[in-house]
């Protein structure tokens, strides 16, 4: 009886993402912040209009390839946990820790900072325009902005997912709102700024790693499934399915998005914004001027709400592993939200929006989310020789996980070439977490100091909880 009470009452992931969940997971996190902020960074980075949307088209084909071979990981390996477990299971725990390092000090603030800077940029960019918005300005709204993620998911992880829902809704809406008219012009013959689309006097070669990073930013989320692989309903046939599909429809509104772009903006003006999305609406529909940027920054917000969500399953799986804090992956005993992990992001951020900028952040930590995304596709192939005994309810032909851990670890490599600074630093975050593992992970930590750390991380929930009691009687 009390072993079965304890089986009862066991905490676990339950299985509650259907096939249509599982598509709006996806696209609800592709489509995002990205589109709104890539477009002037791949066409800095590849020199022309047409090359530009060769990149958009070639980017959205990786992400279908790497959505593929994570839905054949998915199937092999039945954790969720993304990444990070993927790469543990099939190269070890040395690459597995390298990620979660990197992961947590690198890619998730980086990514945070990028994200509330567009947000800022947006929020801002019509109250100054035809005038860039002043850079301090547009920070302290990025910091507002995400302040109160942090302050919603601290509070309430309802709230959070009922507020996800709605934006996922106004991004399709702002999207919607940028295709059409942009349509509408080109059916009326304005392909003035697609002349010259291959000029090879801008091409800018040496650059393409970093168009990759923009655009592959752009399209990144196809990856989100994996994060809640634990609550999938019949995985084997809905992961392939759901990432096919969402994938597919992504790359189609993405392509008639950036020609939308094209045929009201020229290749001078994208370059010349500080928000692509503004100035479209300024030349295209002026009733729009105030809507769009709203709608932009209404799904910046929303990215940035579901990266905390999907980051604390990461720290969840990782500390049922044994490789981090088992403070981290705590939740609040009454709201159930990721506290710790949290709170914790907190000055990361903050650091990074203060000190960077979208593109240097984006290539800063892109550089270490896609080598360990190619690093977990290289695992695919590892681990199909490895374990041929094990069933494949779903296998992609060889040369797709091939060809993606190859593309991914050469513009990884040539990345250092086209922005050495800060993919140098990218790469010595990712380095720095050699010592800490051989000294604390490889090593068992001694029982009085595991001990010691379990009583102080009680002892600070009790105090938490008195505060918090304080606070409300007062």
């Known amino acids: 009886m009390g072993k079965a009470k304890k089986e009862e009452?066991?905490?676990?992931?339950?299985?509650k993402i259907t096939l249509l969940r599982a598509f709006s997971l996806l696209i609800g996190t592709?489509?995002?912040?990205?589109?709104?902020?890539?477009?002037k960074g791949v066409l800095k980075n590849s020199g022309n209009v047409g090359v530009s949307l060769i990149v958009w088209f070639a980017c959205g084909i990786l992400s279908l390839f790497g959505a593929l071979c994570y839905a054949e990981?998915?199937?092999?390996?039945?954790?969720?946990?993304?990444?990070?477990?993927?790469?543990?299971?099939?190269?070890?725990?040395?690459?597995?820790f390298l990620y979660l390092w990197a992961e947590y000090f690198a890619i998730r603030p980086a990514n945070g900072a990028v994200i509330s800077l567009a947000f800022g940029n947006y929020m801002l960019e019509p109250f100054f325009a035809p005038c860039a918005a002043p850079l301090p300005a547009v920070k302290l709204v990025a910091l507002l902005g995400y302040y109160i993620v942090l302050i919603l998911n601290s509070w309430s992880v309802s709230w959070s997912a009922r507020l996800q829902n709605v934006l996922s809704v106004i991004k399709l809406l702002a999207l919607a709102l940028i295709i059409v008219p942009g349509m509408m012009l080109l059916a009326q013959g304005h392909t003035e700024n697609f002349q010259d689309a291959f000029s090879s006097q801008s091409l800018?070669?040496?650059?393409?790693?970093?168009?990759?990073?923009?655009?592959?930013?752009?399209?990144?989320?196809?990856?989100?499934?994996?994060?809640?692989?634990?609550?999938?309903?019949?995985?084997?046939?809905?992961?392939?399915?759901?990432?096919?599909?969402?994938?597919?429809?992504?790359?189609?509104?993405?392509m008639l998005t950036n020609v939308s772009y094209y045929t009201v903006l020229t290749a001078e003006d994208v370059l010349a914004s500080q928000a692509v999305a503004v100035s479209f609406a300024q030349k295209a529909f002026q009733r729009l001027v105030s809507v769009i940027p709203i709608l932009v920054a209404l799904s910046c917000f929303g990215t940035m709400n579901g990266g905390i969500f999907t980051f604390s399953r990461t720290l969840f799986v990782a500390s049922r592993e044994g490789q981090w804090p088992p403070l981290f992956s705590m939740i609040h005993i009454r709201r159930h939200t990721p506290l710790p992990?949290?709170?914790?992001?907190?000055?990361?951020?903050?650091?990074?929006?203060?000190?960077?900028?979208?593109?240097?952040?984006?290539?800063?930590?892109?550089?270490?989310?896609?080598l360990f995304i190619g690093l977990a596709t290289l695992g695919l192939i590892i681990h199909r020789y490895r374990h041929p005994e094990l069933p494949r309810p779903f296998k992609v032909p060889l040369f797709i996980p091939v060809s993606f851990t190859v593309i991914c670890l050469f513009a990884v490599g040539?990345?250092?070439?086209?922005?050495?600074?800060?993919?140098?630093?990218?790469?010595?975050?990712?380095?720095?977490?050699?010592?800490?593992?051989?000294?604390?992970?490889?090593?068992?930590?001694?029982?009085?100091?595991?001990?010691?750390?379990?009583?102080l991380t009680f002892k600070l929930q009790v105090l938490l909880e008195v505060v918090r009691q304080e606070i409300r009687t007062y």
């Open 414 to 455: 040539m990345s250092f070439y086209s922005d050495p600074v800060y993919v140098s630093i990218g790469c010595a975050m990712v380095l720095s977490g050699f010592p800490v593992y051989f000294l604390v992970i490889s090593r068992p930590i001694p029982d009085c100091c595991r001990t010691t750390f379990y009583y």
């Open 30 to 39: 592709m489509v995002g912040s990205g589109i709104f902020i890539s477009p």
């Open 73 to 96: 990981l998915g199937t092999r390996i039945t954790k969720s946990g993304g990444h990070y477990i993927y790469v543990l299971e099939t190269l070890g725990p040395l690459p597995s």
């Open 341 to 370: 992990a949290v709170m914790l992001m907190l000055p990361l951020v903050t650091a990074m929006v203060c000190v960077g900028d979208i593109y240097h952040l984006l290539n800063f930590f892109s550089f270490s989310r896609w």
């Open 204 to 254: 800018a070669l040496d650059k393409l790693p970093l168009a990759f990073y923009a655009g592959m930013f752009a399209y990144s989320g196809w990856f989100q499934t994996s994060f809640v692989r634990e609550e999938l309903v019949r995985p084997e046939r809905n992961n392939p399915l759901a990432v096919i599909v969402s994938v597919v429809t992504v790359i189609v509104g993405y």
């Open 9 to 15: 009452e066991a905490v676990f992931l339950r299985k």
